[in-house]
């Protein structure tokens, strides 16, 4: 009998902490997402109730204008302008990340050569300096090639530059692919760019997926690399339409602002959906395999 007692009580006392776990996990989702229902609640709200009726997070009148009238954008540029460039330069990013950071990981966990050691300390070094350093250098230098009020700069260096972060994340994921692979391929007489193309390429998958889901993420949020760069708003990307609903001047249109701000997310989130299991597989295996 006291062993059966003793078993009961183990199991009550576990139960009770599977559900404070729970229930600690859920009050926590629900205060980091609560920014964001009350930016939906909010896109459906008269002007002047967002801030005066903050609280309630039910509309009432809903508007649905708000919508209509952001989507509008200014002038003679719709918002719909502003969601194609969004997706124009986003998707370009990604592919010159991942095609550039691919390349470069592979050099470095794979293959000998001199100062393999030098260049990756420069490579870890480099994840540590902020971006705000090397903003005005790199202007001059895309300034005197003419390419202000383009895409070029926001483009251009994924190709050749990648990212020190995702090259160092596909770094650790390479490593923890057996090198016998390789030197099986070797035998069956592979080169290097095949042994990259046919062996590595496809079992980084996840690695693959993890880096495009964040090169995404940070490309579509990114709001000062098109601020400095671009100037025609015919050019601009969602997040500076998004800046041009704010007038300190004037009355800012806070409703369609976060209307539009509502639907500017729905590209990250229906990524994030998508691909969340290769995203917990990619930073799973890569923290591992290290």
């Known amino acids: 009998m006291g062993v059966l007692r003793i078993g009961r009580g183990k199991v009550i006392v576990a139960r009770q902490n599977t559900f404070l776990y729970h229930l600690f996990v859920i009050l926590f989702g629900v205060i980091m997402i609560y920014p964001i229902i009350w930016m939906m609640a909010s896109s459906l709200k008269p002007n002047t109730a967002i801030f005066t009726e903050a609280s309630s997070l039910l509309a009432s009148p809903v508007k649905w204008d708000n919508y209509a009238i952001g989507w509008r954008g ?48 420069c490579l870890m070094v480099s994840m540590m300096i902020p971006m705000q350093v090397t903003m005005i250098p790199q202007y001059i230098l895309f300034d005197g090639l003419n390419w202000i009020n383009s895409y070029k700069p926001l483009i251009v260096p994924a190709f050749f530059g990648g990212g020190p972060f995702f090259i ?3 770094i650790q994921f390479i490593r923890g692919i057996p090198r016998e692979l390789d030197e099986a391929a070797t035998i069956d007489g592979c080169s290097t760019y095949g042994i990259f193309a046919r062996i590595i390429l496809p079992l980084c998958k996840p690695a693959l997926v993890t880096a495009s889901i964040f090169a995404f993420m940070w490309t579509w949020d990114d709001f000062l690399g098109p601020l400095i760069y671009l100037n025609d708003t015919a050019l601009y990307t969602v997040s500076l339409g998004l800046r041009m609903f704010s007038d300190p001047a004037a009355v800012t249109d806070w409703g369609a602002m976060f209307a539009m701000a509502t639907l500017s997310l729905l590209p ?23």
């Open 74 to 121: 200014f002038g003679n540029v719709g918002f719909d302008t502003f969601f194609l460039n969004s997706a124009f330069v986003t998707v370009l990013v990604v592919i010159g990340t991942l095609l550039s950071s691919t390349t470069v990981a592979f050099g470095f966990a794979r293959l000998q050569f001199r100062l393999k050691t030098f260049f990756f300390v």
């Open 268 to 290: 990250q989130l229906l990524v994030f959906l998508f691909f969340q299991k290769f995203l917990v597989q990619g930073i799973a295996t890569t923290g591992i395999k290290g």
């Open 168 to 170: 160092f994340l596909i």
